[in-house]
Structures are given as C-alpha cells and as structure tokens.
C-alpha cells in the first residue's frame, strides 16, 4: 500500500527553528509537496520538491532524498503565524497525490 | 482574480436529504478533485476529473456523486446513502492532470454538518 508518515504533532518556540519530517513510500514518485493548513481554512502551497536536496523560499526550506524516502520542512525564526498544520503530499506514479495526515505545529510564545 | 470559489461555506442537513456543494474556478484548468477532511486527518480523495464529460472515483467514492459538465465547474452531491456525512469538504484543481509541478490549488471549504 501506499503510505506517508508525518507526526502528529510539534511544539516549538516563537524565533526558534523547527524541522517536521515527512517519509513515504508510494508506486511511483513523481514529485513532494508541502502545504501549510490553518485551523478551518484550506490548505495553501508552500513548497515542491522533485530533485534531490533543499530548496529555499525566504523562512522556509524544504528537503528531499528519493533514495531514502525522505523529506523535511524546515522553519526558521517562528512566528505564532506559524501555528497551523503542514501536510506532506506525494504524487505517484499515476499523478496522483497521496496525502499525509498533516503534522500539527504549536508555537508558544 | 483567478481562483476556486466553493458555496456554500457551511451547510446543515437533515438526516435523509441530498446536498450539492458547489465548486467554480476560473484559472482554466483541466483536473479537478474533491477532498474530505475529517478532524484529525488528512485529506481523502472522493471524486476528480482530468477533462471533461469524464470523472474518476476516489478513495471513497462511496455515497457521492459528481458531474463535469463545464471545465470551470464540478460540483459534488452527498447523497443520503452517505453514512457520515459530516466533514470539511474541499474542492481543487490543477493545471496538468499529469507531468511534472502541477501545484494544487484549493478552494476555501464548505464545511458540512449532519443534524
């Protein structure tokens, strides 16, 4: 079966750096998202990944290691903004996205 | 703006009744999905449409139905033979129903409630 692992939940602090790490295994890869979700509204995208290693986008990173199955969500300088849950979605071989249950992110002042 | 316009936002419904949400975009593209979150969960794909006049069952087709008549439209029935009917519903679309990116984009939501 298909499957992608996130925790379920993190805390971190506000101005810290938090690392949400994702991994699969799916048929297929053909490509990880990240998008960050707030509490009742939709999801927005953050981040894509098809090749191996980070990508950078202002405060947020994302990583990706194919081999290993394998992605992070780097935040850095946390803001209480930040506070939201972040689903990992991988498409497979059929352009399909499998979706993780998303990681709840709590940030204390 | 281009964008996905879902309505309604919130929705009550009486054990026994069919409701249609509705899901409108006008950023021409081809793939549209429907999705239903539960509290806790992520998301989990009812119905998508790669053209129209043609749409694909999902995970858990099972008590919904779908049309795709327009490109800009795909709106989704919950009927009564749906269980538990309770849940966020959320309506998207992409550019490529295949190849490579096709960043998803979201409608805001219509969040159903069974009485």
């Known amino acids: 079966g298909q499957n992608i692992d996130q925790p379920t939940e993190m805390t971190a602090t506000e101005g810290a750096i938090v690392q949400i790490n994702c991994t699969y295994q799916?048929?297929?890869?053909?490509?990880l998202f990240w998008y960050q979700q707030h509490a009742g509204e939709a999801p927005t995208f953050l981040s894509y990944n098809v090749l191996d290693g980070l990508e950078e986008k202002g405060r947020f990173s994302s990583f990706l290691s194919r081999s290993k199955g394998y992605s992070y969500l780097l935040l850095k300088e946390l803001q209480m903004k930040d506070s939201a849950s972040y689903l990992c979605?991988?498409?497979?071989?059929?352009?399909?996205?499998?979706w993780g249950a998303g990681t709840k992110l709590i940030i204390k002042p | 703006d281009g964008g996905i316009t879902q309505s309604p936002k919130y929705l009550f419904r009486k054990e026994g009744q069919n409701v249609t949400l509705s899901c409108e975009q006008n950023l021409n593209h081809d793939a549209m999905y429907w999705y239903r979150q539960d509290p806790g969960q992520g998301l989990r794909l009812i119905y998508y449409?790669?053209?129209?006049?043609?749409?694909q069952k999902g995970d858990i087709a099972e008590g919904y139905s779908v049309s795709r008549e327009k490109k800009e439209s795909f709106p989704l029935t919950v009927t009564s033979a749906q269980k538990n009917p309770t849940a966020f519903y959320l309506c998207?679309?992409?550019?490529?129903?295949?190849?490579?990116?096709?960043?998803?984009?979201f409608g805001e939501g219509s969040r159903l409630t069974v009485l």
């Open positions: 799916t048929s297929g890869f053909n490509g």
């Open positions: 449409s790669q053209i129209v006049n043609d749409f």
């Open positions: 979605a991988v498409t497979d071989s059929n352009y399909q996205l499998i």
């Open positions: 998207a679309s992409r550019d490529f129903a295949g190849g490579d990116s096709g960043e998803l984009f």
